[in-house]
């Protein structure tokens, strides 16, 4: 069972412009939403992380926007750079459920110069 | 502060064998977690170790299994290898049970022949 569907599996976006990738999740126990990067050869890191309590957080590049009621999150990354350029997953997790996340399948992004 | 370091890197074994990784979380933390991660499943779930007991398991067979040390270390063990068992597997560490940011290890990347 898909808990958290991401989308599109893979993105190419030109230098400076706006990267969207979209999630969408089914249990409503969930109460944190992180966003991990991963570089190849290198385990995923924390980007930038919400809880379903505020709708929008921003640092600096990155702002997550979250709907609640739709069970949709997603991550925007403004004037992306080739540096950005890494597979991007977003996560769900339980707090006072240890530390279990539940991932999507992830969003390869390319920027181009 | 030194990261989380998971040996080996990189790992070979034949079909039927059995394997074990390691896992040395950032000093303090208590809690490590096990993902398996492959180009068709994504990042999922294995098991949580906390303060040397395992807290939380996810939907993997029996030949999978995990330890903790009391040093907060901790080991996976795979037995009877098959070829899908072939995935990077990451490690990832949270300073206690209500701690939401995991950092994750760089992974050992295991291949069955």
């Known amino acids: 069972q898909q808990q958290v569907k991401q989308s599109p599996q893979s993105l190419i976006v030109q230098k400076g412009g706006i990267s969207i990738i979209n999630c969408a999740y089914e249990?409503?126990?969930?109460?944190?939403f992180p966003w991990y990067q991963q570089f190849p050869g290198k385990g995923p890191a924390l980007l930038i992380a919400i809880r379903p309590d505020v709708s929008e957080k921003k640092e600096g590049r990155f702002t997550i926007s979250f709907n609640k009621s739709a069970k949709q999150f997603s991550l925007h990354i403004m004037d992306s750079q080739p540096g950005d350029s890494a597979t991007y997953f977003c996560?769900?997790?339980?707090?006072?459920?240890?530390?279990?996340?539940?991932f999507g399948t992830g969003t390869q992004l390319k920027v181009e110069l | 502060k030194a990261g989380v370091t998971q040996t080996p890197r990189y790992l070979i074994k034949t079909r039927g064998q059995q394997v074990t990784l390691s896992c040395s979380p950032i000093s303090g933390h208590r809690s490590v977690s096990w993902y398996q991660q492959t180009p068709g499943q994504g990042l999922q779930f294995l098991f949580e170790?906390?303060?040397?007991?395992?807290?939380n398991k996810g939907n993997f067979p029996g030949r999978f299994s995990g330890r903790q040390f009391s040093n907060s270390r901790s080991e996976m063990n795979v037995s009877t290898l098959e070829l899908g068992d072939s995935a990077l597997y990451l490690c990832?560490?949270?300073?206690?049970?209500?701690?939401?940011?995991?950092?994750f290890g760089q992974g050992t990347r295991l291949t069955v022949v």
């Open positions: 170790y906390f303060s040397e007991t395992q807290r």
């Open positions: 990832a560490s949270s300073s206690d049970g209500a701690n939401t940011e995991a950092f």
């Open positions: 996560a769900a997790f339980i707090t006072g459920g240890g530390n279990k996340l539940t």
């Open positions: 249990n409503t126990a969930f109460d944190y």
